[in-house]
């Protein structure tokens, strides 16, 4: 197997419910732009990976056929709100594999308004198990929708073992909000204040509050995978390479706390995998887009991905080696927490992002001399998946 290259990549700026297009629309947009900028035509892509949650099963193909029709399979995948990378995981295991020389992965979502809940609730629900293990390890929780109860009460096991600080969660939103600023493809471009982000409504007691929380949005993002060989005889420069990427999910010790069960051990172990895969360790890192849906689980993240030791987050944020300047630059597209969280679309969002930076095309947020870029996305339910870009 060799390492997948990285032809093209686009997405649509991501917009709140009841302000974007239909879903075909910001895929045609997305997936024409992903083609563009790999200087290719649809014809020559060989398999498609779509990527969404909200939607009927051949969402996928009615999407991708306001691009073309030339009978290549389709295959949807859902894998929560880790789904785009997903598609990305497929995609370059088929190329990687040789099954095909160029795969497109693309991702879209058309959301609602308000706190994420499930539509199907006339059968058992996949959270049914984790939520149970969350009132037997965590009972004094607050009642609450889902997703608040899992990282709410993660964000304070966080707290309560390691005795940090409840404002790390709002530093961490403002140095998001700070990345956002300067890109154009993000949601919201006003910078905060950790006082701003402490006092507004809270959400879920006893720390996490509004500004803590990505807002739900529509949009789409695709890239198209490509073997070195393809590369060449087509003229696409494809100077961004997978060089290590791992799936995990969930192990057996994996719900033994609230930090865990909401990916912790998975994400630790697809890390471990994807560093060990592509001989990069995290010190190589230059800069990192990952899955901040709420900012404890970016603080979380921080520690399972090895860029801080055990209950060290808090220094490690009071450093700033999470910015520019610093050890890593984290989510220098401001995250999921100022662009959006399109859940299907996030997880190649990300990857746009990190092969803009890569080939040094950014913009005002260039992370300087950046060669190494390493991407987290997370599905609770779960899967964790971690990628490892590298220039060349």
């Known amino acids: ?63 991708l056929y306001t691009v073309g029709m030339t009978g290549i399979p389709v295959i949807n995948v859902n894998n929560n709100c880790s789904s785009g990378s997903t598609a990305l995981f497929l995609a370059r295991q088929a190329v990687a594999s040789g099954a095909v020389e160029c795969a497109l992965a693309f991702g879209f979502e058309e959301m609602q308004r308000g706190a994420l809940s499930s539509h199907w609730t006339d059968r058992e629900s996949p959270f049914d198990a984790m939520l149970q293990q969350l009132d037997d390890i965590a009972p004094e929780a607050p009642a609450g929708p889902l997703a608040l109860r899992m990282f709410g009460s993660a964000g304070t096991a966080y707290i309560d073992k390691y005795a940090a600080n409840p404002n790390i969660f709002a530093k961490v939103a403002v140095k998001s909000r700070q990345h956002a600023v300067k890109n154009p493809f993000s949601l919201f471009s006003n910078e905060l204040s950790i006082e701003e982000v402490m006092s507004a409504p809270q959400i879920y007691a006893p720390y996490l509050t509004r500004l803590m929380a990505c807002p739900p949005t529509c949009g789409a993002a695709a890239a198209i995978v490509c073997s070195e060989a393809f590369a060449r005889r087509h003229g696409i420069k494809a100077d961004v390479e997978i060089a290590g990427q791992a799936m995990a999910t969930d192990l057996a010790n994996s719900w033994d706390n609230p930090m865990d069960l909401i990916g912790a051990k998975m994400t630790q172990k697809a890390a471990n995998e994807a560093y060990q895969k592509s001989g990069i360790g995290i010190d190589d890192v230059d800069l990192v887009e990952l899955h901040d849906c709420f900012t404890p689980n970016e603080v979380i993240t921080y520690e399972a991905l090895g860029m801080c030791g055990e209950g060290h987050a808090e220094q490690f944020i ?10 890593f630059v984290v989510n220098p597209s401001g995250g999921l927490m100022s662009k959006g969280h399109p859940i299907g679309a996030t997880g190649l969002a990300q990857c746009t992002e990190l092969v803009w930076h890569l080939r040094g095309q950014a913009g005002a947020r260039q992370v300087p001399n950046a060669s190494v870029a390493l991407q987290h996305n997370l599905g609770l339910g779960g899967a964790a998946v971690v990628t490892i870009y590298k220039a060349c």
């Open 1 to 63: 197997m060799s390492n997948a290259k990285i032809a093209g990549v686009g997405m649509v700026k991501f917009s709140k419910p009841g302000q974007h297009q239909p879903y075909s629309v910001m895929v045609k947009q997305a997936v024409e732009t992903a083609l563009k900028d790999a200087g290719i035509n649809f014809t020559d892509i060989q398999q498609a990976y779509a990527s969404y949650i909200y939607g009927d099963s051949t969402c996928g193909q009615n999407a």
């Open 318 to 327: 009071s450093d700033a080696d999470n910015t520019y300047g610093g050890r």
